[in-house]
């Protein structure tokens, strides 16, 4: 490879990862107490077979249960794991089945005493490369952090070409559908204006055979 090569892909690697939507999002939010809760969700977009790895951390308070559910926004509408009263530092890993939005929902319900009570969440959500231990890679493979970068790199880079296909799919389909919106809007707006025809021809002849009848006309 010639060095102008080797540059431009230096170059495009790491346009790509500074460009690219951090798929990391770490939160820190108050989830109130409730007889009836209902779902307080987190969600990111993550690519088909993409590696999620959520980390929350639920400090213990007594009189309260705090319920995670991850789950995605896709047709089929896929639940993929549902854990009862976390507690403590929970670590919890799925795999995506498809291109879709994820949503980690927790929902912290009320089993005794009074009042506003609440537990402070720390959420960490990690998608992507961003999930990947590199460190235990580059321990396993013996890799140098130059080859850890570029690693980290190809994941990212291979990330954005996959979105970008999901991008254009979806595009395609929402085309393809305003499209054939398009034809049965026109097929029914021609059999309107049929219909209105007949209906105004029907009621020229029904006139003017109203009109004969009454001899009004010739």
């Known amino acids: ?8 892909l ?3 690697l790491i346009l790509s990862l500074w460009f690219h939507p951090q798929l990391a999002q770490a939160l820190r939010f108050d989830l109130a107490a409730e007889k009836h809760p209902r779902p307080r969700c987190v969600w990111n977009f993550a690519g088909a077979h993409s590696l999620v790895i959520v980390t929350a951390n639920v400090p213990s308070s007594p009189g309260q249960r705090v319920d995670i559910e991850i789950l995605d926004g ?10 009862r009263d976390i507690k403590g530092e929970t670590r919890l890993a799925v795999t995506t089945h498809e291109s879709a939005d994820v949503g980690v929902c927790l929902t912290n ?8 009570l ?12 961003d999930a990947l231990d590199y460190n235990a890679i580059a321990n396993q493979e013996s890799l140098s ?13 291979r990330e954005v070409v996959d979105e ?40 020229i002849i029904h006139l003017r055979s109203f009109f004969k009848r009454k001899y009004l006309i010739d």
């Not at 609440?118 to 490369?129: C, K, P, W, Y």
Request: negative net charge; charged residues 25%.
């Open 109 to 116: 319900h009320l089993e005794s005493g009074e009042g506003k």
């Open 164 to 203: 970008l296909g999901y991008l254009h799919r979806r595009e395609t389909k929402m085309r393809d559908t305003n499209e054939s919106t398009n034809d049965r809007v026109k097929t029914f707006s021609i059999l309107i204006m049929i219909g209105i025809i007949a209906m105004g021809a029907w009621q």
């Open 10 to 12: 230096t170059i495009f």
């Open 1 to 8: 490879m010639s060095s102008r090569n080797s540059w431009a």
């Open 74 to 83: 896709s047709e089929q509408g896929n639940v993929y794991l549902s854990k």
């Open 145 to 157: 952090i130059l080859e850890v970068e570029m690693r980290k790199l190809e994941a990212v880079v």
């Open 118 to 129: 609440s537990r402070t969440v720390d959420l960490d959500v990690d998608i992507g490369a």
